[in-house]
Structures are given as structure tokens and as C-alpha cells.
T-cell receptor, first 112, second 114 residues
Framework: GQQLNQSPQSMFIQEGEDVSMNCTSSSIFNTWLWYKQDPGEGPVLLIALYKAGELTSNGRLTAQFGITRKDSFLNISASIPSDVGIYFCAGDEAGNNRKLIWGLGTSLAVNP | KAGVTQTPRYLIKTRGQQVTLSCSPISGHRSVSWYQQTPGQGLQFLFEYFSETQRNKGNFPGRFSGRQFSNSRSEMNVSTLELGDSALYLC?????????????FGPGTRLTVL
């Protein structure tokens, strides 16, 4: 199936460090969503972006909808151990009947 | 408010069998989407139901089917199971159609095909 290009695939960082991950696509998206999945759980929505250029924060998390509508990034500042998990980007591709396309995820490990 | 519930949580089947998974959305949510999650392929969209009608479909073979009832509960069926069907099956509900409405996920059903 179709997927977004999400990078990096995995990250191992020290507690307190900042984290950045991104998603890119060859096509235009109407919506960008960032989810986090903890082991044994379903993904939970962190941030939703609906407009090109939009920059939105949720606590220590900040995400932006790229101006070209083909990319998005998620930043986590001052990471803490509970940030551990898999982060997914998802998007609603323009002209694709509101079908969400997903990235393969970024696995984040935080060393306390 | 109760979250999305999925039953069963774990299932072991053998090749050739069929399986039915169940999803109860959050009260008031009319859309239910199903996803297959595997380590190598991430989340793959199966289908979305809204008001008992399939609104969107992913690229899965016809062995994968679903339905939605008048109370918005949904079931997913996989017939003639193959080893490659082993995966975590996630259900997500939203108030309106996914893509413009926040989706809330259930914990998933872990299916193992032997």
C-alpha cells in the first residue's frame, strides 16, 4: 500500500535532549496528523494540522504543516522517559477520497 | 466516556480458517476504520464504514470484509486465513469521516495464524 516517507526510522537519545522527526510525500496533503503508540496500545493523536504553514504546539511537542503541503515535522523538546514509543505521521492525501496514508513510524528510546 | 473496545484481544488460528473481529466505537461516533499493523508495513488501511456504508477501501484482497451495524458497532472478517495475515488489527472510531475528524484507536486484536 501507499506510505509516507518517515524519518528517522529509530532514535536513541539522552533524557533532556530535543528530538526532531519528519514525513515527506511526493503528493499534496490536506491534513497532517501525528500519533504516538505505546506498547500494547493503539495510536493516540498528538497534533493535527489542517493548513499549509500551520505551526501547532501541544506541551513540549511542536509540529508544522509544510508550506508545499508535501511534508511535516514533529519536534519534542526536553525529552523525558515517558516519551518512549513509536511516533507515526499520517495524512489525508488530496484527491484520495479522505483516505489516510501512514508513515512507517519513528521508534524513540530515551536513556534516563 | 468509554473508549474504543475491540474483542477478542488475542486470537490464534490456523491457515484456511476464518476469523471475525469486533469493534465497539465511542458512543456518538459514526465512523469506524480498520487497519492492519505489521512491523515491516506499518499501518495499512483496510476500510472505513460510516452509517453502515463502506465509504473507503484499501488495497486488500476480497478475503477481508467488514460491516457496520445500526448501533455503529463494526465487525471485520477474514476468510481463508494465510500466514501473512498475522498482524495487529486496529479499529478506530471518529465522529465523522476519518481524515477531517480525530480518530480514536482501540487496543487492537493480535491475530496469529499458524
Amino acid at each position: 500500500g501507499q506510505q509516507l516517507n518517515q524519518s528517522p526510522q529509530s532514535m536513541f537519545i539522552q533524557e533532556g535532549e530535543d528530538v526532531s522527526m519528519n514525513c515527506t510525500s511526493s503528493s499534496i496533503f490536506n491534513t497532517w496528523l501525528w500519533y504516538k503508540q505505546d506498547p500494547g496500545e493503539g495510536p493516540v493523536l498528538l497534533i493535527a494540522l489542517y493548513k499549509a504553514g500551520e505551526l501547532t504546539s501541544n506541551g513540549r511537542l511542536t509540529a508544522q504543516f509544510g508550506i508545499t503541503r508535501k511534508d511535516s515535522f514533529l519536534n519534542i523538546s526536553a525529552s523525558i522517559p515517558s516519551d518512549v514509543g513509536i511516533y507515526f505521521c499520517a495524512g489525508d492525501e488530496a484527491g484520495n477520497n479522505r483516505k489516510l496514508i501512514w508513515g512507517l513510524g519513528t521508534s524513540l528510546a530515551v536513556n534516563p | 466516556k468509554a473508549g474504543v473496545t475491540q474483542t477478542p484481544r488475542y486470537l490464534i488460528k490456523t491457515r484456511g480458517q476464518q476469523v471475525t473481529l469486533s469493534c465497539s466505537p465511542i458512543s456518538g461516533h459514526r465512523s469506524v476504520s480498520w487497519y492492519q499493523q505489521t512491523p515491516g508495513q506499518g499501518l495499512q488501511f483496510l476500510f472505513e464504514y460510516f452509517s453502515e456504508t463502506q465509504r473507503n477501501k484499501g488495497n486488500f484482497p476480497g478475503r477481508f470484509s467488514g460491516r457496520q451495524f445500526s448501533n455503529s458497532r463494526s465487525e471485520m472478517n477474514v476468510s481463508t486465513l494465510e500466514l501473512g495475515d498475522s498482524a495487529l488489527y486496529l479499529c478506530a472510531s471518529s465522529r465523522g469521516l476519518a481524515g477531517v475528524n480525530e480518530q480514536f484507536f482501540g487496543p487492537g486484536t493480535r491475530l496469529t495464524v499458524l
